[in-house]
């Protein structure tokens, strides 16, 4: 049995014993006697007894009566393809009236340094859908390009994949009428444009697999183009939503880690905090139109 006094002037403990079920610990101002009971934790003093029971219910959090600036989810729209586009890093079969633009201050999370300025860290997304996939092709504005080449040694950092860490994107889709979602990180393949290379992303991985596309650069710095197959959860049809997201990563020459992101539904935050994670609770909603 062991009694730990916060002390900050003279000890008041003199000792400590068991008496069968009591545990009586002596002060300068008397014994002390403590005792379980059925319902919790008896203390008994020279001055009368202590009663402790029950877990102390938590706190709710504070809701105001009314929420004059309530949050709204970042919204856009998906227009049916006729064909699937080219997926070959360019525009071809993409609809552009429709664009989805991240070149906001408030759209980003940032590490060490402040947003830079839509001149040397933007991106706009357009975003075409089928019965089979979902198409999406992203424009960033990036004067100096970052990729992280397949083979390069491992990184070892914490538990996030090294993709995390290189300019490319990271796709989320989710279920309006459930939690259900998947995400992916979708990286160029090698530095001088042709195929993507993709892994599954946050909390709800999707499969490598799902994802197909190219990219390639650009005078600014560089398109991807890809098709993402729908999971299984996803019935699309003109009139459907979906949860959506869109991050893009900024990686800079001679760091380890990436220095910031771009997010379509706002950035919230700290990049480093995130790893490939981001929360279904802040995903957008992508319309899907005929």
Not at 90 to 111: H, I, M, V, W
Request: proline share 9%; glycine share 12%.
């Amino acid at each position: 049995m062991s009694v730990l006094e916060p002390v900050i002037a003279v000890p008041s403990v003199r000792g400590v014993r068991v008496k069968g079920s009591v545990i009586e610990v002596e002060t300068d101002q008397g014994v002390h006697r403590h005792a379980a009971t059925a319902v919790g934790w008896e203390i008994e003093t020279g001055s009368g007894r202590i009663r402790l029971a029950g877990a102390r219910a938590p706190e709710p959090p504070l809701v105001p009566l009314i929420e004059l600036d309530k949050p709204t989810p970042a919204v856009g729209a998906a227009l049916r393809a006729n064909r699937p586009p080219s997926l070959d890093g360019s525009l071809d079969g993409f609809d552009t009236s429709e664009p989805l633009r991240l070149d906001l201050e408030d759209q980003y999370r940032r590490s060490e340094e402040p947003f830079p300025g839509a001149e040397d860290l933007s991106a706009v997304a357009y975003t075409a859908w089928d019965d089979n996939a979902l198409y999406l092709a992203v424009e960033v504005t990036k004067p100096e390009v970052c990729f992280r080449a397949p083979d390069a040694p491992p990184l070892h950092l914490d538990n996030e994949p090294d993709d995390i860490h290189s300019d490319g994107i990271q796709v989320y889709l989710g279920n309006p009428e459930a939690e259900d979602a998947v995400g992916y990180l979708i990286v160029p393949g090698s530095p001088d444009g042709g195929s993507v290379r993709s892994r599954g992303a946050g909390a709800s991985p999707g499969l490598p697999e799902a994802v197909q596309g190219r990219w390639r650069r650009t005078p600014r710095g560089y398109r991807v183009t890809v098709a993402i197959a729908w999971p299984e959860w996803q019935r699309a049809h003109v009139g459907g939503r979906l949860r959506f997201d869109l991050l893009v990563n900024e990686m800079e020459a001679g760091r380890e880690r990436r220095s910031g992101q771009l997010v379509w539904s706002g950035g919230n935050g700290w990049v480093y905090l995130r790893g490939d994670r981001q929360d279904p609770e802040r995903f957008g909603v992508l319309e899907l139109v005929g």
